[in-house]
């Protein structure tokens, strides 16, 4: 059973340039949450997403960040003309939630440098 | 106040003794208890989840949760040089379906 799989594992963006990070859930999730995390810092949550539907970006920048899981393919978080304060790594979790599991599994991550 | 509040350390304990983690959190709504082990550059590891009152051991670990004292922690047996990391507490609230994490335990095990 793959695990949480996310491409690609690094990135650079010159400032002002578009990123998209991907992300394919673990088989039989439909749960997807993404998280940033600066160096030496915490997990930040950003957005939780169920197929075609955003349920909570509370954690999301209000400008420049979007996230989608579309009905067919991998869920993108996209960040239009990144500055240097977006380089961190950028994680994506799934889970299956059911009664009695709310597990969330991580990807490896994808580390944005943003020059 | 953060809503999960773990000890920085860093934690620094000799090879074979037991590893004391701690963390509160203050969203009396949250079910769910997660600790995640992260190893530098690395992406966080899911190693013990609890949802009810006392203790859960799997192996070496042992996690504890007290939701009247809305605190959880975990204990590592016999700690290894392996075991130097840092432990993520994280806390799920089902009604909202989100985790909200503590900053993390840094751990280093001496041998």
């Known amino acids: 059973n793959a695990g949480v799989m996310q491409n690609p594992r690094h990135l650079v963006r010159r400032r002002g340039q578009e990123a998209r990070l991907r992300c394919s859930p673990m088989?039989?999730?439909?749960?997807v949450y993404w998280y940033r995390q600066l160096p030496e810092e915490g997990l930040k949550f950003m957005v939780y997403?169920?197929?075609?539907?955003?349920?909570?970006e509370s954690g999301m920048p209000k400008e420049r960040f979007s996230a989608e899981f579309p009905k067919e393919g991998p869920s993108i978080l996209r960040i239009q003309q990144v500055v240097r304060g977006d380089s961190a790594a950028y994680f994506c979790?799934?889970?299956?939630?059911?009664?009695?599991?709310?597990?969330?599994?991580f990807g490896p991550g994808t580390r944005l440098t943003v020059t | 106040q953060k809503e999960v509040e773990q000890n920085s350390g860093p934690l620094s304990v000799p090879e074979g003794a037991i590893a004391s983690l701690n963390c509160t959190y203050s969203?009396?709504?949250?079910?769910?208890f997660f600790w995640y082990r992260q190893y530098s550059g690395k992406s966080p590891e899911l190693i013990m989840f609890?949802?009810?009152?006392g203790d859960k051991e799997d192996g070496r670990f042992t996690a504890q949760l007290n939701k009247a004292s809305q605190y959880v922690s975990l204990l590592i047996r016999d700690s290894q040089p392996s075991d130097s990391a840092t432990y993520l507490c994280?806390?799920?609230?089902?009604?909202?379906?989100?985790?909200?994490f503590g900053d993390g335990t840094t751990l280093t095990v001496k041998p």
């Open positions: 609890i949802y009810s009152n």
């Open positions: 088989k039989g999730h439909s749960h």
């Open positions: 997403l169920q197929k075609e539907n955003i349920i909570d």
């Open positions: 969203d009396r709504g949250s079910q769910s």
């Open positions: 979790a799934s889970s299956q939630v059911w009664d009695g599991s709310y597990e969330q599994y």
């Open positions: 994280a806390a799920y609230n089902t009604n909202a379906g989100k985790s909200t």
